[in-house]
């Protein structure tokens, strides 16, 4: 019978989140294979910024993250974007002598194009020595509980395209439903609810504000302006405000 390859660490989903986390586990000494189902990775990375790539915002303030977190749990982010601050991705993308510039309020392009990021995380995949499957599909996931005679915390058994793996640590990188165009899929929240892990009820996060019918008529000739604004919501503990530009368009 045929051994099953094992890695200290999977992988799925070669996005940003996937790449990142897969360069910096394998540079720390982990055998690490990083799974997607697409042809090609990053896609977001891709399209994003214009196809320049808003990779980071320099005024994020390490010592209070939150403060730039909107969600139910502002507290989610503190502990990754403190440990982990913009100064040190910025240091990173100059590492890999990638030109960029800051084009308002703090965030960060590439000047050239948004391959460059992708091109530096794929680097750092190389530099960690990870194993990459792709297109490979995910079939199957289960968990495998050691038993009290075994010294090992068990391991997460994975059925792929390209046959079965395990590991002793499964990371789930597969971003939301946002843009299934460029692949997203639901994958993430199926193996949610898999393992009985909570989730938050799905809403848009990017909408436009509509008027209905008349009531754009006072607005109708603003089209095309954008406006310096500062946008809240909530009262009290709850409330957040980030300043931003509001932009008028023609249809609302």
Request: net charge positive.
């Amino acid at each position: 019978m045929p051994t099953i390859p094992f890695f200290d660490a999977i992988i799925i989903g070669a996005g940003a989140a996937g790449l990142f986390c897969a360069g910096q586990a394998g540079q720390r000494g982990l055998k690490v294979l990083l799974i997607d189902h697409a042809d090609k990775v990053a896609e977001k990375i891709r399209i994003s910024g214009g196809g320049r790539c808003n990779f980071t915002n320099r005024d994020l303030d390490p010592a209070a993250p939150h403060k730039h977190f909107v969600g139910q749990n502002p507290q989610f982010c503190r502990s990754a974007l403190s440990r982990y601050t913009p100064a040190d991705f910025i240091a990173l993308v100059q590492k890999h002598g990638i030109p960029f510039h800051e084009k308002h309020k703090g965030q960060l392009f590439a000047d050239r194009s948004a391959e460059d990021i992708i091109a530096m995380l794929l680097a750092e995949c190389e530099a960690g020595g990870v194993t990459r499957w792709q297109p490979c599909g995910v079939k199957k996931i289960a968990f495998l509980a050691s038993s009290a005679s075994e010294s090992c915390r068990g391991s997460y058994q994975i059925d792929t395209d390209r046959g079965p793996v395990s590991a002793g640590a499964l990371v789930i990188a597969t971003g939301g439903l946002s843009i299934p165009k460029i692949g997203a899929t639901d994958l993430g929240y199926r193996l949610a609810q898999q393992f009985n892990i909570p989730l938050v009820e799905r809403k848009p996060g990017l909408v436009p504000l509509t008027f209905d019918g008349a009531g754009w008529a006072p607005y109708a000739q603003l089209a095309g302006l954008a406006l310096p604004v500062q946008i809240s919501t909530g009262a009290k503990k709850a409330r957040m405000a980030f300043d931003e530009d509001l932009l008028f368009t023609h249809r609302g």
